[in-house]
């Protein structure tokens, strides 16, 4: 079975793609440090093959065991939330970005950037 992580994974995006990825037999783990995402949407994933980590990218990134993906949709994606935290959306586009690269590395993970337009 493919494992996948996906950051962002309680934003809009992210939830729906954790969502897809277990339906096509993914073992997923989603990570999100909650700053903009929501607990109630990744809910529905009780149950499923799905772990939530509450993390923030920016810092040093630990997985236990292989990883096959990762999908690296973190970040604030919106104009009100770019204003309100430019230095974070900054952060995790540069930061976040070098520590799920160097994960990616470590694990031998193939890896999909989706970014906000300030990257």
């Known amino acids: ?27 997923v783990i989603g990570m999100d440090n909650l700053v903009t995402g929501d ?7 009780t149950g499923r093959d799905f772990v939530f980590v509450r993390h923030d990218v920016t810092n040093y990134i630990n997985i236990d065991g292989p990883l096959d ?11 009100v939330d770019y204003l309100k935290l430019p230095i974070q959306t900054l952060k995790v586009g540069s930061l976040g970005t070098h520590n799920t690269l160097g994960l990616a590395r470590a694990k031998g993970a193939r890896i999909l950037l989706a970014s906000t337009s300030e990257v």
Do not use: C, K, Y
């Open 1 to 27: 079975m493919p494992r996948a992580l996906v950051t962002g994974a309680a934003g809009f995006l992210g939830s729906h793609l954790s969502e897809r990825l277990l339906d096509e037999g993914f073992s």
């Open 39 to 45: 607990l109630a949407n990744i809910a529905h994933l």
């Open 69 to 79: 993906w990762i999908f690296h949709f973190a970040s604030p994606a919106s104009p």
